[in-house]
């Protein structure tokens, strides 16, 4: 069967938690102080650090993965295989004192073994609930598009309403939660595409690429003898995620600026180039990240220059697109490049 295996940083009882709302309200005005700004910043600068010294020459990739962590979402990492897809997975999960779980996912894995399951105990008669791999901080999902569709579906109600409901209790998940998965989009034998419903959910996708020449030679020097990713240890813990992800949701977003991302969205449902446009958890997902990626860039606020930026890892992998665009062989990427070329920014988000 599939395995679930717990990481060797895990400091702390995979119990059963509450969890907190990772974005505030669209309208709410700044709260953001120099002190918040100052924790995400330092926070932000020991992750990276800590990051790029096991990944090679990705400091865009490194600072997406984190961005989606202190926006309170879950992050979709699809490439060809030996890139470093579960190398980035392991290593944000490294970098966090919190409890870390892996689940290796195959044809044979059950729904059961990611959400927990309810035991009949003799001694006491009566059922015990005892937990699956999605109860940990940091969830690492290997291949995720080699498991069946019905145990894809068991990670829905966790990943957008963090919790689980097994026999009818529902069990609410410790916070932060984020998945990061992998799938490899090349090798499509024995797998099963995500549907709509579960990429909808990912806040964000992101490809690693491969490496610039003096990268990889820097990466032969560095994981030829041994891994660095062994001598990483933990350079924050989820309670100081906890605090950076509220002081995210605090960062002022104007009303120019979500009008500027509704008409994106709303854009990309008009468009021809498309069969299916942004939903509106998309928009809501585009404009949390928008303020985790003013925070990192030591602002208060979020400008147009932050929502274009993650415009792409936000949205294409939520579009199908038309098939005009598949015969010209033509990516959603290229398809959102259009509609920010397309969409004109308002005068008051300037």
Do not use: C, W
């Not at 932000?44 to 090679?56: F, N, P």
């Not at 090349?186 to 996708?205: H, K, N, S, V």
């Not at 990309?268 to 990192?296: E, I, K, N, W």
């Amino acid at each position: 069967m599939g395995t679930t295996t717990e990481d060797s940083v895990t400091t702390t009882d995979t119990g059963l938690g509450t969890t907190a709302s990772p974005g505030a309200g669209a309208g709410a005005t700044s709260t953001t102080g120099a002190a918040d700004l100052d924790l995400i910043h330092d926070v932000a600068e020991r992750l990276m650090g800590a990051m790029t010294s096991v990944i090679e020459g990705k400091p865009d990739v490194v600072r997406t993965t984190v961005t989606v962590l202190f926006a309170g979402g879950h992050l979709l990492i699809e490439d060809v295989p030996g890139v470093g897809k579960t190398m980035l997975a392991k290593t944000l999960a490294r970098s966090i004192d919190a409890t870390v779980r892996r689940i290796q996912f195959t044809p044979d894995l059950l729904p059961s073994d990611v959400t927990g399951v309810s035991i009949f105990n003799q001694d006491a008669r009566r059922f015990e609930f005892r937990p699956g791999a999605i109860f940990a901080n940091v969830v690492v999902g290997d291949e995720i598009n080699r498991a069946s569709p019905k145990t894809q579906s068991a990670l829905l109600e966790s990943m957008e309403e963090r919790q689980v409901t097994v026999d009818g209790t529902t069990y609410t998940l410790q916070a932060p939660f984020i998945v990061m998965a992998t799938q490899n989009p090349i090798e499509m034998e024995g797998t099963y595409p995500l549907p709509e419903a579960q990429r909808d959910r990912f806040m964000a996708r992101i490809s690693m690429g491969y490496p610039a020449p003096s990268a990889e030679l820097d990466l032969l020097e560095t994981h030829g003898s041994s891994s660095p990713l062994d001598a990483l240890t933990p350079v924050t813990d989820a309670e100081t995620i906890n605090r950076v992800v509220h002081a995210v949701s605090q960062v002022h977003a104007s009303p120019a600026i979500r009008q500027y991302i509704v008409d994106l969205v709303t854009r990309s449902r008009s468009t021809t180039a498309l069969r299916l446009g942004a939903s509106p958890r998309a928009a809501l997902h585009l404009l949390r990240a928008s303020r985790a990626f003013a925070a990192l860039e030591g602002r208060d606020h979020v400008i147009p220059d932050d929502v274009q930026v993650l415009a792409g890892p936000v949205l294409a992998h939520r579009l199908m697109p038309s098939s005009e665009t598949q015969l010209a062989r033509r990516t959603t990427a290229e398809v959102v490049t259009d509609l920010l070329r397309q969409v004109p920014v308002p005068p008051a988000a300037r």
